[in-house]
């Protein structure tokens, strides 16, 4: 897009329809009052938006018609997208092998902004495992799969990325600019990121970018830690990922 494209305001009405989906995927089903506070849209026009969307499929009601949730129409969006990726089809059976060969969870991730987003997992062969879901978004910089892509950016690009303060998701997460460079240095040297504990205490990940011919914006994979696909800032890459319990 350009400059002047970028300059221009957003259609008010796609940008709340937007937000209303974003809200509900994040979420989970709502009232109209909470979802009219969270929003700061007005009842009665949310009320129209949400019998619109309903109507079209993408928003669905619990049989007492009171809370909204995400309707079929969001599912098919999401898996069309998902169908169009070629990075799924470059690195499924490494992520098949991972699976196979260390037994742990093993997950696919790609960049949206600050944040890293699943959009392929093996489950692990134990029964007590990570619990994850594809379309979950993580904060990049505490987890292996966003530090391995955040990796394959200059320092600069990744402060513009971030947004800083940077949240502490565990006592072990990196939240200061020069730890954080510190580490992306040393990932760099070294090839791969290691999650010690920065996400979830008690789960340590491993990841590597792998490049591939994909999207823009690369993906990253992890065997709750293993595989992944991640972009250069132009270039399309992708990470690999696996996530293992500390010894």
């Given at each position: 897009m350009n400059q002047q494209g970028a300059a221009r305001p957003p259609v008010k009405s796609a940008d709340r329809t937007l937000e209303l989906l974003e809200a509900l995927a994040a979420g989970g089903p709502r009232g109209l009052v909470e979802l009219a506070r969270e929003l700061d849209i007005p009842k009665s026009s949310l009320h129209g938006l949400l019998r619109t969307m309903s109507r079209r499929g993408w928003v669905e009601t619990d049989p007492t018609g009171t809370r909204f949730g995400l309707g079929v129409r969001a599912l098919q969006v999401g898996a069309a997208y998902l169908d169009s990726d070629d990075a799924l089809g470059l690195v499924n059976a490494t992520l098949d092998a991972l699976a196979e060969r260390f037994g742990?969870?093993?997950?696919?991730?790609?960049?949206?902004?600050?944040?890293?987003?699943?959009?392929?997992?093996?489950?692990?062969?134990?029964?007590?495992?990570?619990?994850?879901?594809?379309?979950?978004?993580?904060?990049?910089?505490?987890?292996a799969l966003g530090k391995a892509l955040l990796a394959q950016r200059t320092d600069a690009d990744v402060d513009r990325l971030l947004d800083w303060p940077l949240p502490a998701l565990t006592a072990h997460t990196v939240t200061t600019p020069?730890?954080?460079?510190?580490?992306?240095?040393?990932?760099?040297?070294?090839?791969?990121?290691?999650?010690?504990?920065?996400?979830?205490?008690?789960?340590?990940?491993?990841?590597?970018?792998?490049?591939?011919?994909?999207?823009?914006?690369?993906?990253?994979?992890?065997?709750?830690?293993?595989?992944?696909?991640a972009p250069p800032p132009r270039p399309t890459s992708s990470p690999t990922s696996t996530t293992t319990p500390p010894p």
């Open positions: 742990e969870t093993v997950h696919l991730g790609r960049l949206d902004g600050p944040n890293v987003v699943y959009i392929a997992k093996r489950e692990s062969a134990h029964p007590l495992r990570l619990f994850s879901a594809i379309g979950r978004r993580l904060p990049a910089h505490a987890t020069e730890a954080l460079h510190a580490e992306l240095a040393t990932i760099r040297d070294h090839g791969h990121a290691v999650d010690r504990e920065e996400n979830t205490e008690g789960i340590m990940c491993l990841a590597v970018a792998v490049p591939c011919a994909a999207r823009p914006s690369t993906p990253s994979a992890s065997p709750s830690p293993w595989p992944a696909c």
